[in-house]
């Protein structure tokens, strides 16, 4: 699983209430353009680190997610120099399925929101299966 490194760190609750996780990344320079925006090309390794410090909260065994489908709404320009925060939590969960809602911050701003589709395969047929009904998410 993902570790958080230095230039992210996560704070996530797993209470049924509160299923969010946030993950506090400081962008990088190279992430910028030459406006000192954050480039596109950031958001999705971003999300990505978010939906696993989310993942480590989850009482989740023997399940091998990919990504099916990713949805981006860029919203607001985000700049370097200022922290980011990806907020991560549960919309639904199907038979072989989760939905997350991800939102990435700067200030008190939403700047992109993503929608994303988790699938559990089985590793050898590479086809979706079951999620077992002790999976807590």
Known sequence: MYKATTEASAK???EPSNNVCELRVSPRF???DMNGHISHTAIAPWLE????????TMDVKDVWFIVARI??????EM????EVIVRTRLLSRGNTSVSLS????QGDEVC???KVVLVNI???SKTPRKLSDTVSV
Not at 79 to 82: D, E, K, P, R, W
Not at 102 to 105: E, F, T
């Open 12 to 14: 996530c609750s797993s």
């Open 30 to 32: 190279c992430e910028t």
């Open 49 to 56: 680190q978010g939906r696993f410090s989310w993942l480590e």
């Open 71 to 76: 949805e981006l709404d860029f919203c607001r």
């Open 79 to 82: 700049y370097f120099g200022t």
């Open 102 to 105: 991800q939102d990435v911050c």
């Open 112 to 114: 992109v929101r993503a």
């Open 122 to 124: 089985d590793r050898t």
